[in-house]
């Protein structure tokens, strides 16, 4: 089972003072009342003004080229800025896609115009992204998508509609898959391409999707007639499926399918302790045992990215199983503490009850289902 | 089902569909009371339900109660039809008239007794009821009291009552009630046994309770039925993956659990107020409740996660009824104390309820 | 929903009496020392003594005409006295599945003369029988199997190999499910017939398929030119497998299906109350409110099959979550007591604790997967 | 790996696949010792890793030890190699020479320790240990012991010694040793911190199976992957079907998990004998062995539910180690002794080992 072997990371001595830092900064904010820790907050937790703040600190793109306003680091320093953002509830949501998916994208397949032009904007903080990848009638099956981009002088006109997109109300601009050629039967994952679209440009017309809690972070976006420059084509014409997955990878083994329901069990371990309930304590240490292996399946992962080795199957593989923990936490403290669960509860622990219960059902279903990432998972273990 | 009963349900079912609908309870989770629906239950003679004619009810018996419960779970009926048939039965028990006002209760498994002293014909009253149900639209809200002479049932209007506004996951409205040394001289108070009235709240409204998510599960398993009917993917209805099978058999097998333990709790409460088969089904209702939110919403994935789909109505209703009248954790602890009377393998004897029968209780 | 709708059962006043009969008769034979409780007994629990004395009783083939031998009660009479043997954890291999299955078998398909000659047997406990249905290449695809009989003047020759045939070792015939004539891939389940083979006659070999416990209780059995008479033959020639699918959906819903691991919950119970552990006991109490709803659905579905109710689905979906409970069983009583699981433990709890671990992997593959049977409870879902 | 580790991995995993065998494992449950297999150990210098040479050890570090245990999980090797290792382990810390003598340590995780009256030259010994692996075929057994002078760590030749046979639930031996005023002149005794040995012992213990169970259930992910491969059903390999495939990746999650957490312990182990990381290791594989042991026999079916098949020499000591040295239950009582000892806020720092640090012991 060499596909299922992943590295044990002994964090370098240096990155202590890097978490250091992280910490501090952190604890200055919170002091200072800039945001309140809130769970899911990479999805949830927008505020322009912190993205703008860990910016400045150097903790956006920190990984890309100094020459595009990157850092240079490691993705295990990356990895450490992230999960102490994420462990504390903080609100990252802004800068969230352009960091993790947006800016890797054109590391990787943009172009120099379009690296120089993004990145220093994503790095500052200044400039958010989302994925426009879902259609209304396409869940997990995306291949059937819609919407279609038609050759122009100089440049597509775009067509079409996007579904689910997190943070468009909120962000600039919008990376597209859609088709630039007919559907084949035979190649139905052909004749897609990447277009960045400028969420602010004539014919972009966002509609909010509310959330149950009745929130909103998603979003409907309707693209009439929109005209693409030839300069925001990501990649080549046609490679957009193969591109789009690439991006998706990204998404599956970061501590941020672990740690959206982390806020409520650092809270509920807080009130345990104040209240000396050892028995309560005993689940909580089964919790953490659950979590620390996560963590460090995560982590190894992060190693195996920086190392250039395929980790495709135990990303998916951690996400599936991290993805279920986070929905376990909320039913885990429910029953461990006598608190009722409310958005509007006196105690930050019925807060972050409430926003775990409510936000879980999405935790299992976002960047790739339980089903399709356990399909994933099989078909690699059966192939080795 | 009786007949009697079956007709019953019909009309009830008819008066949801037409008066408990989407925009009605959307409606209700921005503040607004379902007056309709309340008026036309009230019309119908279905809010004094399990109560004879004499004390002011309508007759029929608690199994007829709680299956209109159990409709109203399953529409999501935003009015506290539960709290205002708990009341009356309550009154009821006492040998007191009952009212098809708008009458609440506090679902907080711990409540305490607010406190009352007699001035001249009536009342002053002190004290704050948390976690009560659409205290903000009642008119009067029965709870437990203390009194220079003892403890007492009251039933207190809640016109000069300070509310302060609170809600549950659901967006179902959770007050908090105050009263900071009112005088009332319209309030209703009989003496009681403090614990055993105490316990007679909690046993019936945790019933009200199961029923209600027996209710809310069976709707979302058929809005999951329909789903996997309609949502074609890779070119076939859903229904025909096996993993999505797997769900849909997971899911059935909770809602068909909870469906049957409610039904027994129900049958129970006509012999006896108390008995552990209202324990156990709060337990196995509420483990019902988690399970089957969670498989429904993976099923019906982003779509049941909108505002829109109604999906929600009932999931969001199950994750705070779970909590009303006690968790699994608090029954568990009720079990407790009668499992810790049992001799050498008695266990048997209380599952199969041939021995350990509690007495029934006269109050 | 209407298919998911089980009735409450209230059981009838005059059952008690029946109920204390048959405890009296358990403690008198425990005192006896005529055994000793064990999970799984109506697998593992075999004593020809004992299920004479139940036959003695009355208490086999209870629901059977009393021209048969049968005592004429209710299915619901029947469920009581099976409950009690199986919550004591009573040795009743022996006749348990010719009291199940093949006694009802024959009042459905069976002639007059074979009522005649194998119920009353079967009720006094001194004829017991097996099931021939698995082949070893046809695990749950029954449809592929290969045993065949071929006619001859007056009977059959059998020749083929069941696999997985419980209790043969102890019993005296087998209902075999064989093809009569050869398979026709557009009807894969026709042609098949079952016949009951004497299990003494020539040609017919028994060898032991010992369970990963070391212990005894499967078999396979080989045919080889075994004659089978006529009047052997249960039911019509080419009905065979609609027959043996009646046959199986007996199995589904009775209490062996949640009581198998019983024992232990008695024993766990016992344990905690001598050392007043309410922690423990706080747990057992979820344990028991999911038992008490397992048994007041598999009532109900006792009840409907008195009615002549449908209840398929139902008692699939029982089946599946009362093994599912039966193997948690074994997985919470170690994590609640301090006891380690041996099968030679001194103490009681220990011994039980051992069996419903080793046992478990049983539970949730014998009539029927789990798998099989929620694809069972999903079309029947779907299709209501 | 270094490159010399892979080296003893290739060899250690020849010497299992010739000497550690179906039939010597089958045979060992019927009682014989597989000397072969130990012979085969003692020779290529693998009884005593992980302790430098000017001790009589091999060298090498805890990593490799524990990789070969690892093998030895996986392959169900029927001997005491991690006991005998971890005797030598502690002889090594108190500065004693260890040998290569067949060695054991009970598995239980509270044994109350024997008592030794200092006679003449030797010891006249009294006590019983329980849960001794293989101690009918042992040479020596190292306990803890109290003496009039204070606590010791004892390393005790057995063959004076009561043994009465005993199993876990893979049909290994795990034997009560009784001594009942038995003398000894050459029992080896260390002045020790006794509840520091006794914890040394636990956590060295634990180590142990959690590797040998991540070995363990490397086995059955193959086994598991080899049969669904191979079986067809319904005209097709049964790993098309999703349902299997959902257990698969189930499975593989386990294993991984598993062998993630074994990895992180055996990491730390060599910068300090007690960190959290092997309490939740223990916590986390003990759970793996529990769900995957689960998903495999569903998967395998009938088949892998005989004694013909070999999943069960996996599935049984999964079963069996996973309460060797402790159980869930036992190790999250440690870890919550760690937590009480937090501050506010202070859980991840916790989780992440960036403070709280315990101090390296010196022993």
Same mark, same amino acid.
């Given at each position: 089972m060499k596909a299922l072997q992943i590295p044990v990371v002994d964090l370098p001595k240096h990155t202590e003072d890097l978490r250091s830092e992280v910490r501090q900064f952190i604890k200055d904010e919170i002091a200072s009342g800039s945001f309140e820790p809130r769970c899911d907050s990479w999805l949830s937790g927008f505020s322009a003004g912190f993205s703008r703040k860990l910016g400045e600190q150097g903790w956006? =793109?920190?990984?890309?080229?100094k020459k595009y306003g990157? =850092?240079? #680091?490691?993705s295990i320093e990356r990895y450490i800025v992230t999960e102490e953002l994420l462990s504390a509830g903080a609100?990252?949501?802004?800068h969230w896609i352009a960091d993790r998916q947006s800016g890797p994208l054109f590391l990787k397949f943009g172009t120099e115009e379009q690296r120089e032009f993004f990145l220093p904007k994503i790095a500052k903080g200044e400039c958010f992204f989302s994925i426009g990848l879902s259609e209304p009638n396409a869940g997990s099956d995306? /291949? /059937?998508?819609?919407t279609r981009a038609v050759k122009v002088d100089k440049g597509w006109i775009l067509n079409g509609s996007k579904i689910w997109t997190s943070g468009a109300h909120n962000a600039h601009y919008m990376i597209t898959l859609c088709r630039t050629s007919p559907m084949n039967p035979d190649n139905r994952h052909g004749g897609m391409s990447q277009l960045v679209v400028d969420?602010?440009?004539?014919g972009v017309t966002i509609r909010p999707i509310h959330?149950? &809690?009745?929130? +909103? +972070?998603f979003n409907e976006v309707f693209m009439e007639d929109v005209f693409v420059p030839d %300069?925001?084509?990501?990649?080549?014409? =046609?490679?957009g499926w193969k591109q789009g997955m690439a991006e998706l990878a990204?998404? #599956?083994?970061?501590p941020e399918r672990f740690l959206s329901t982390y806020p409520l069990l650092n809270e509920l371990t807080n009130s345990l302790l104040e209240n000396g309930d050892t028995k309560g304590l005993n689940e909580v240490s089964r919790v953490i045992s659950r979590l620390w292996t996560l963590r460090n399946m995560s982590l190894g992962i992060a190693q195996m990215l920086e190392d250039g080795i395929p980790s495709n199957i135990i990303a998916s593989l951690v996400k599936d199983q991290g993805t279920k923990f986070e929905q376990e936490m909320a039913e885990i403290a429910r029953l461990i503490v006598s608190v009722t669960p409310s &958005?509007?509860? %006196?105690s930050r622990l019925g807060r972050l009850m409430a926003q775990s219960i409510l936000q879980s059902p999405g935790f299992t279903l976002r960047g790739g289902t339980t089903e399709i990432l356990r399909g994933i998972v099989a078909k690699g273990v059966i192939q080795k | 089902m009786s007949e009697m009963q079956e007709m019953i349900m019909e009309s009830v079912t008819k008066l949801f569909d037409k008066y408990s609908t989407k925009e009605v309870i959307n409606e209700s989770e921005n503040g607004r009371w379902a007056q309709e629906l309340w008026e036309q239950l009230v019309e119908n003679g279905m809010?004094?339900?399990?109560?004879p004619e004499e004390l002011g009810g309508n007759g029929g018996d608690y199994s007829d109660a709680l299956s209109i419960l159990r409709l109203a779970g399953k529409y999501s009926a935003p009015i506290p039809l539960a709290e205002t048939y708990l009341a009356n039965w309550i009154l009821m028990g006492l040998g007191e008239n009952v009212t098809d006002e708008i009458t609440t209760v506090s679902c907080s498994k711990d409540v305490n007794p607010i406190q009352l002293q007699k001035n001249g014909d009536g009342w002053v009253v002190f004290g704050s009821v948390k976690q009560v149900p659409w205290a903000r639209f009642a008119k009067k809200l029965l709870v437990m009291g203390e009194t220079s002479e003892g403890s007492i049932v009251a039933l207190i209007p809640l016109k000069n009552a300070k509310i302060i506004q609170g809600e549950n996951l659901a967006g179902e409205a959770r007050d908090e009630v105050i009263f900071n040394n009112v005088y009332l001289h319209d309030c209703k108070t009989i003496k009681v046994d403090g614990v055993l009235q105490k316990k007679n709240i909690l046993y019936g409204g945790a019933l009200t309770r199961t029923a209600m998510m027996a209710g809310a599960l069976e709707n979302i398993m058929e809005l999951t039925v329909q789903y996997t009917n309609e949502r074609s993917q890779f070119g076939r209805p859903?229904?025909?993956?096996q993993a999505v099978q797997q769900h849909l058999a997971m899911l059935a097998g909770e809602t068909a659990a909870a469906s049957t333990a409610a039904n027994c709790a129900v049958d129970s409460y006509g012999k006896d $107020?108390?008995?552990n088969e209202i324990a156990f089904a709060k337990i196995r209702v509420n483990e019902a409740a988690g399970k089957a939110s969670s498989i429904a919403h993976q099923v019906l994935a982003a779509i049941g996660f909108?505002?829109?789909?109604? $999906?929600h109505h009932s999931s969001r209703r199950l994750w705070s009824w779970r909590d009303e009248f006690g968790t699994e954790t608090d029954w568990e602890q009720i079990v407790t104390e009668q499992l810790v009377?049992?001799?050498?393998?008695?266990l048997w004897s209380m599952i199969t309820g041939n021995e350990n029968k509690h007495q029934k209780v006269e109050l």
């Open positions: 956006i =793109g920190m990984t890309w080229p990157g =850092g240079e #680091r490691s609100p990252v949501a802004g995306l /291949a /059937a998508l819609q969420l602010a440009a004539p959330l149950m &809690t009745g929130e +909103h +972070h %300069d925001m084509v990501v990649g080549e014409i =046609g490679n990204y998404e #599956r083994s970061g &958005t509007q509860s %006196d | 809010v004094t339900v399990a109560i859903i229904h025909r993956f $107020l108390f008995t909108t505002y829109e789909h109604t $999906l009377t049992l001799k050498q393998d008695g």
